[in-house]
């Protein structure tokens, strides 16, 4: 209460004007029914690519060869790229250093009337170290999605079919995407 009182009683100064950060709104869909609206830093748009900055919040850590590589407070900078079913997560530790790349397998996004975009999650992901090995992420919760009927066996095989792609491209040295190595560099991400 008291630094209050002296903070109060000090002289203000002027304020410029405040330079706001441009936001994106990701509306994200988890089966069945969750929705999470998001409004992440925009770093890029195009029509065809946008790129996001913001915070993991989740409580969910993903630890790879002993080494805590995503966890809250970590960065991630998400690239989603018009009509690819997966996500690509570039996580930074709070360190700064990039620790590997968290790919989510999802319905390509779809736009929003304010400008954002509305992605399906589906359930499967990929993380992908920085030296180019790999972990599946969350195979029996695409299983448990399927045996609810919170997906379709169509849906359920598209999911595999994405990741196996994702998984070649990793093991041929192709990973990122070229699209997204290409933004990374020309960023400076």
């Known amino acids: ?14 304020k410029a004007p405040r330079e706001t950060t441009p936001k994106i709104h990701v509306s994200y869909v988890r089966l069945p029914n969750q929705v999470k609206d998001l409004y992440d830093e925009l770093i890029y748009r195009s029509r065809d ?14 630890t790879f060869d002993g080494e805590v590589v995503l966890a809250p407070g970590f960065q ?26 968290y790919c989510d397998i999802v319905t390509p996004f779809l736009p929003l009337e304010d400008g954002g975009i509305e992605l399906t999650d589906l359930f499967l992901d990929l993380w ?42 990793v093991k041929g040295g192709k990973f990122p995407p070229r699209a997204i190595k290409d933004l990374e560099g020309r960023l400076s991400l």
Not at 1 to 14: Q, T
Not at 49 to 62: A, E, F, K, N, Q
């Open 49 to 62: 690519v946008v790129i996001g900055r913001s915070l993991i919040t989740s409580t969910h850590s993903v």
């Open 1 to 14: 209460m008291m630094l209050f009182g002296i903070l109060s009683s000090m002289p203000r100064k002027s």
């Open 128 to 169: 992908v170290s920085p030296h180019l090995r790999y972990e599946v992420l969350d195979e029996e919760e695409l299983r448990d999605a399927l045996e609810k009927g919170w997906i379709g066996k169509e849906l359920y095989e598209r999911a595999n079919k994405e990741l196996a792609k994702l998984i070649n491209l």
């Open 76 to 101: 991630i900078v998400f690239f989603e790229l018009k009509g690819n079913w997966f996500s690509v997560g570039k996580i930074r530790n709070l360190e700064g250093r990039h620790t590997g790349y």
